[in-house]
């Protein structure tokens, strides 16, 4: 490994790339000035963050999924893009959840249509309080507790489905259906196991040869057909490995659930890859079928009595990327292929090959045909190695733009993989990662981040680059927020050591927010990606060191008891579209985010302050509308509620950069409180103008 001279020396070059990035990247000064005025507004409480919210993604819902954030990626397009709200620095504060019974701080977090937590737990999969001091598991399941033990589910390609029973593929080669709620959506303390079928067992029959590979990753398309792929995180093609792709019908999956004998020869259908080919990621699926990338094709399957093959697109790879002698990495890339699972639009597929340098690729999702592609992250240092692993995240906004940014993530991956006796399906810290990027954070891997913009013309599609930045290195699988407009991560300053919360402008590629967490090296994120569920103040990010960690905003208080705080977990920021608004009662546009919090232990009347932003107009035509018991909008009389300055000031004209406070009188069993309990109070309500 190189000395820390050499080290200093790469960062110095890297910087120096940066500031001749294209469009719209920041010089190295600049950024640090605006951190540097991030965390000053951040000491003193406030952001001046402005809310820069986008149109909602474009995702058609698939009727077979949950509807909430149903896996890693949020939704089976894999957009790793929420339409959720996530914190805005407004008096930001890191909350934990330490893990005392798990191997490590709940990963891989997905949600069911209820809010619950599904989280990885002894091997299996649990509901799990992950707000709790300490974190509680609620219901679960065991496979060496519950099933006779010999397996472990693989939890990053596992799903809720839409009765939101969790879907998920083992490591013996078995796909899993659990029930874990009852229909109230009481959580099952120990889950029920509704479906098992040896996904392997039923495609070598079908096949009539034995399959070298292990299920990797299963999904629903848009008809219930449940499609899965053999492979693992590293597939060489001259190894000849055996792999298939397949799907079981929704027939034979109803008729199990029914409690009748299925006969799987005629449900399992299969297609039989060339030896040496496979998946190394995720399955994408949208009305057009599933779209699965191997290490040597992309392609497009529908179901109809037998798999049917609509496209198959190739593209070019290097093979697998490792660390040289003498470099200051000591690992490399996961995949021999293209390193991220693909990600949809409604018309186009996007994903990543591994060439020096590594492209973005834009299929046409009808035909298959390469329709744009850019070379990325292609203004490191000579001989600076890229792999991009991590989903890219995918933005339609409806208007003939679909953005992307990528990640290098290239030296997070364990040497390791590329032995002969590697099993790369193996979903785990010691057999993924490079045990000195574990141990030592993230000046072990390659930087790089930068977006790209697919643009819809008369004569077909362009790709721009947008902004790129070259002094960042983040393994964190980076998350968009529509509701806000900013991307989250979760780096290393290689500096100080120091590991951070940060928020990207989504335009800019400026870094206009971080909050410290660690210098500790066990603060590492263990590459995994961080998750929002639908609170609309959390962003979760597990740890190496047993803490869940979850970046909030005290967006509530309660200024008659200054002395009293509200729990963060019991205070919710969503995005109430204006046509819920009107069918709810309300009159006028919406503007700002619907809030509900409850509070316990309330006097008889009670003040609530909001502290909010986005806000412009005249302050006399604000209206707050509240909910009641009936589910309607009701206007709150203006006598209970008003707005104002953090000063105290009561404003004329609003504007959408300013912190403001609204304060409501709430009395407990009142119109406005939705709250069955005495003494406790909930109240949900909204601005209009």
């Not at 502290?611 to 589910?631: E, F, Q």
């Amino acid at each position: 490994m190189k000395k820390r001279a050499m080290i200093i020396a790469m960062m110095a070059a890297m910087l120096t790339v940066a500031s001749d990035c294209t469009v719209k990247l920041l010089h190295a000064e600049e950024t640090q000035t605006k951190e540097a005025q991030a965390e000053d507004s951040q000491s003193e409480g406030t952001s001046q963050l402005p809310i820069k919210a986008l149109s909602p993604k474009v995702v058609e819902e698939n009727p077979y999924m949950a509807k909430s954030d149903s896996n890693i990626h949020h939704d089976c397009y894999n957009t790793d893009s929420t339409d959720e709200v996530l914190p805005v620095g407004i008096y930001s504060e890191i909350n934990v959840s330490y893990e005392k019974v798990n191997a490590n701080a709940s990963p891989a977090i997905f949600f069911d249509s209820y809010g619950h937590a599904v989280v990885p737990f002894l091997g299996g999969l649990a509901i799990r309080d992950i707000n709790a001091d300490e974190t509680q598991t609620v219901g679960y399941f065991s496979p060496k507790q519950h099933d006779e033990g010999g397996y472990v589910i693989q939890s990053s390609y596992s799903f809720v489905d839409e009765s939101n029973r969790i879907v998920c593929p083992t490591s013996n080669n078995h796909v899993l259906m659990l029930k874990a709620t009852d229909e109230e959506g009481n959580v099952l303390p120990e889950f029920e196991k509704v479906l098992d079928i040896d996904i392997k067992a039923a495609a070598e029959a079908a096949l009539g040869k034995t399959l070298d590979q292990n299920l990797l990753s299963v999904v629903f398309d848009y008809d219930g057909n449940l499609w899965f792929a053999t492979g693992g995180f590293r597939i060489y093609p001259d190894r000849e490995q055996q792999g298939a792709v397949g799907y079981i019908s929704r027939s034979a999956i109803d008729a199990i659930l029914n409690g009748e004998e299925v006969d799987l020869t005629d449900s399992v259908f299969v297609y039989e890859l060339t030896p040496g080919e496979g998946a190394e990621n995720g399955i994408a699926s949208s009305k057009d079928g599933a779209v699965i990338l191997t290490n040597l094709n992309c392609y497009l399957f529908q179901a109809d009595n037998g798999v049917q093959k609509v496209w198959e697109t190739s593209y070019e790879s290097v093979g697998a990327k490792e660390s040289a002698e003498g470099d200051a990495t000591t690992g490399g890339g996961l995949a021999w292929g293209g390193g991220c699972s693909p990600s949809l639009t409604k018309d186009l597929v996007m994903f990543t090959d591994n060439q020096n340098p590594v492209n973005l690729l834009a299929v046409d999702m009808k035909t298959g045909e390469t329709v744009a592609s850019l070379p990325v992250i292609d203004e490191l240092p000579e001989d600076s190695q890229v792999s991009v692993e991590n989903s890219a995240i995918v933005y339609d906004n409806g208007e003939g733009t679909v953005s992307t940014i990528v990640c290098n993530w290239f030296g997070a991956g364990s040497a390791a993989l590329g032995k002969e006796d590697s099993d790369s399906s193996i979903q785990s810290y010691a057999n993924i990662y490079d045990v000195n990027w574990l141990s030592q954070g993230n000046k072990m891997i390659m930087p790089g981040v930068e977006r790209v913009d697919t643009i819809k013309t008369d004569d077909g599609y362009e790709m721009k680059s947008i902004w790129c930045r070259s002094d960042l290195s983040d393994t964190s699988m980076l998350k968009l927020s529509t509701a806000t407009g900013y991307i989250y991560g979760y780096v290393q300053d290689l500096e100080t050591g120091m590991w951070q919360y940060i928020m990207l402008d989504f335009e800019t590629g400026e870094t206009v927010f971080s909050m410290d967490v660690s210098s500790k090296p066990g603060y590492n994120n263990m590459a995994i990606g961080m998750y929002a569920g639908n609170s609309g103040n959390a962003l979760y990010c597990p740890t190496g060191y047993l803490e869940l960690l979850r970046l909030q905003d005290r967006f509530v208080y309660l200024p008659e008891m200054p002395y009293r705080k509200v729990d963060l977990d019991q205070a919710m920021r969503n995005v109430l579209g204006q046509e819920t608004f009107e069918a709810d009662g309300g009159q006028g546009n919406v503007m700002g985010w619907l809030n509900t919090v409850t509070v316990e232990n309330v006097h008889p009347n009670t003040t609530v302050a909001l502290r909010v932003k986005g806000l412009s107009g005249s302050a006399d035509a604000l209206k707050l509308y509240g909910y009641g018991a009936d589910g309607s909008l009701q206007e709150v009389p203006a006598d209970l509620w008003h707005i104002q300055t953090e000063e105290g000031a009561i404003p004329d004209t609003l504007s959408e950069d300013v912190l403001y406070e609204i304060h409501v009188l709430v009395q407990d069993g009142g119109t406005f409180d939705l709250s069955e309990n005495e003494k406790e109070i909930k109240v949900s309500v909204v601005a209009a103008q």
